[in-house]
């Protein structure tokens, strides 16, 4: 399939279009305002919404293994959940996560 090299430049102007309109509208127009208590609010976990999404395909199909679920990466998941939920540490959830991880690739191998 060939494309023709007009499209595709088209394309990529295009979404530099709409991407900076995306970026202004918040920076150019919100940036010199405060924004209200409510959506300060609902910014806060904008994060907490967005990282489960993109850590669980890792976790569950991983790549590394042809998109098979590893049991080494579920319980090396569930271990760092616990400690981060015990220790409220980033650096012991990813620690003990990476941890325990090749430990069990190890073990398992």
């Not at 990529?12 to 127009?29: E, K, V, Y």
């Amino acid at each position: 399939m060939t494309v023709d090299p007009t499209q595709i430049w088209l394309v990529i102007i295009g979404l530099a279009i709409g991407t900076f309109f995306i970026r202004w509208s918040f920076l150019g127009l919100l940036g010199d305002r405060e924004l209200p208590e409510w959506a300060l609010r609902h910014l806060r976990y904008t994060a907490v919404a967005i990282l489960p999404g993109l850590i669980a395909p890792l976790i569950l199909w991983p790549s590394a293994t042809g998109g098979n679920t590893d049991p080494a990466r579920l319980i090396a998941a569930l271990v760092a959940f616990a400690v981060g939920t015990w220790r409220k540490s980033a650096i012991a959830t990813i620690f003990s996560g990476l941890v325990t991880l090749y430990a069990l690739q190890y073990l398992l191998a």
